[in-house]
């Protein structure tokens, strides 16, 4: 069976990026290959400099994941922090990564802007510990959302890379894996770019938002006094609302918006108001599910204990044949 990495951060609640960019293809991608999905707790800590809250995010994140429909029997479903072989590897790993590439990256030039007065040198190496989150596994295939891209590209690099110079083929080239081959954006409800944790909390939809903020949030979002001439392009936050319906609505409600919006009669209030029932049909099942797991502290404790040891004796094999490769095997 082929082997399947990728990681969410903890850096607060999941939201619907997170699901149909991430999560949704986890939990189909269990059924098929040999998964291992982590919680980036460590990726979190270059963000999150106060740490009282990470607990209760870890929990929580961990719980949606559960929700969602992951089965830790049929997945390694871990905490990143766990699994110390990811430190080594990540040390081997900055040996042949160019800090002139990673200050080019597009996520590192988000948060420099993002974070002006936390500009920590695990920022500008977060994509090489993502690498080796990847490596440590000798993971092909990486279910993500189409920002995580550039970071893919990079682990291919530092692939070839160490194979090159230490010899020998320990790792194969990863690739950013999505069902239905084109990788996902979800846009946020302001027609700003993408929904995220970090940036306009309230133009992104959380998987554990109650009924009535989903309905405010999504009646909020972006319009105008609708088209005036008939069959003409729409503009980017009309766009959008069209992609997020198409996420969550029964696809003849989505034909006949469109053929409103065609003839010049679309009401924008009326798609709205469908597109937040929608949502709420869509996230509130998953919102409940994700509470009761959360107060289930014990079994969570098991999940975490349980996805720790499957990660860790992946990790262990793989660091074993890296050590080795490097030269660092001396007796
Ligand atoms: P993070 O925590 O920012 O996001 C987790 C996953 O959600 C996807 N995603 C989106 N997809 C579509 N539309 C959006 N608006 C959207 N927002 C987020 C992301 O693409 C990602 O798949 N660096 C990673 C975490 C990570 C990781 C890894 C991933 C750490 N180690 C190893 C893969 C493999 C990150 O920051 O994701």
Same mark, same amino acid.
């Given at each position: 069976?082929e082997i399947v990495m990728?990681?969410?951060?903890?850096?607060?609640?999941?939201?619907?990026?997170?699901?149909?960019?991430?999560?949704?293809?986890?939990?189909?991608?269990?059924?098929?290959?040999n998964?291992f999905?982590?919680?980036?707790?460590?990726?979190?800590?270059?963000?999150?400099?106060?740490?009282?809250?990470?607990?209760?995010?870890?929990?929580?994140?961990?719980?949606?994941?559960?929700?969602?429909?992951?089965?830790?029997?049929?997945?390694?479903?871990?905490?990143?922090?766990?699994?110390?072989?990811?430190?080594?590897l990540?040390?081997?790993?900055?040996?042949?990564?160019?800090?002139?590439? @990673?200050? /080019?990256?597009?996520?590192?030039? *988000?948060? &420099?802007?993002?974070?002006?007065?936390?500009? %920590? =040198?695990?920022?500008?190496?977060?994509?090489?510990?993502?690498?080796?989150?990847i490596l440590l596994h000798r993971a092909k295939l990486?279910?993500?959302?189409?920002?995580?891209?550039?970071?893919?590209?990079?682990?291919?690099?530092?692939v070839?890379?160490?194979?090159?110079?230490?010899?020998?083929e320990v790792f194969p080239e990863p690739?950013?894996?999505?069902?239905?081959?084109?990788?996902?954006?979800?846009?946020?409800?302001?027609?700003?770019?993408?929904?995220?944790?970090?940036?306009?909390?309230?133009?992104?939809?959380?998987?554990?938002?109650?009924?009535?903020?989903?309905?405010?949030?999504?009646?909020?979002?972006?319009?105008?006094?609708?088209?005036?001439?008939?069959?003409?392009?729409?503009?980017?936050?009309?766009?959008?609302?069209?992609? @997020?319906? /198409?996420?969550?609505?029964?696809? *003849?409600? &989505?034909?006949?918006?469109?053929?409103?919006? %065609? =003839?010049?009669?679309?009401?924008?209030?009326?798609?709205?108001?469908?597109?937040?029932?929608?949502?709420?049909?869509?996230?509130?099942?998953?919102?409940?599910?994700?509470?009761?797991?959360?107060?289930?502290?014990?079994?969570?404790?098991?999940?975490?204990?349980?996805?720790?040891?499957?990660?860790?004796?992946s990790a262990?094999a793989t660091m074993?044949l890296t050590?080795?490769?490097?030269?660092?095997?001396?007796?």
């Amino acid at each position: 069976k082929e082997i399947v990495m990728s990681g969410i951060r903890p850096t607060g609640f999941l939201h619907l990026g997170n699901y149909f960019g991430a999560l949704r293809n986890f939990v189909r991608m269990q059924e098929e290959y040999n998964c291992f999905f982590m919680v980036a707790d460590l990726h979190a800590l270059t963000t999150l400099p106060d740490t009282k809250d990470l607990k209760t995010n870890i929990t929580r994140v961990l719980a949606e994941h559960l929700a969602c429909g992951l089965d830790p029997n049929k997945c390694a479903l871990y905490c990143q922090s766990h699994v110390y072989e990811t430190s080594e590897l990540y040390l081997y790993l900055n040996m042949i990564a160019m800090v002139g590439v @990673l200050e /080019k990256t597009t996520t590192f030039k *988000d948060k &420099i802007r993002l974070q002006p007065g936390n500009i %920590n =040198a695990g920022l500008l190496t977060y994509p090489v510990l993502q690498a080796a989150d990847i490596l440590l596994h000798r993971a092909k295939l990486v279910p993500v959302g189409k920002d995580q891209e550039q970071h893919l590209e990079m682990a291919r690099d530092y692939v070839n890379r160490f194979n090159h110079r230490y010899g020998g083929e320990v790792f194969p080239e990863p690739f950013a894996f999505n069902y239905g081959s084109e990788l996902i954006k979800v846009p946020s409800l302001d027609g700003a770019g993408k929904m995220s944790k970090s940036e306009n909390q309230y133009a992104t939809l959380y998987l554990s938002d109650p009924d009535d903020q989903i309905r405010k949030k999504v009646m909020k979002a972006k319009t105008d006094s609708g088209p005036t001439e008939p069959n003409t392009p729409k503009p980017d936050y009309i766009e959008n609302i069209f992609l @997020l319906m /198409k996420l969550v609505s029964a696809p *003849d409600v &989505i034909k006949k918006f469109e053929e409103d919006y %065609n =003839a010049c009669t679309i009401r924008y209030g009326d798609m709205k108001k469908q597109l937040a029932e929608d949502m709420v049909r869509f996230i509130a099942p998953i919102r409940e599910k994700a509470e009761a797991i959360q107060q289930d502290t014990d079994y969570l404790k098991k999940v975490m204990i349980q996805g720790a040891e499957k990660a860790r004796a992946s990790a262990q094999a793989t660091m074993q044949l890296t050590r080795e490769a490097i030269g660092l095997n001396y007796y």
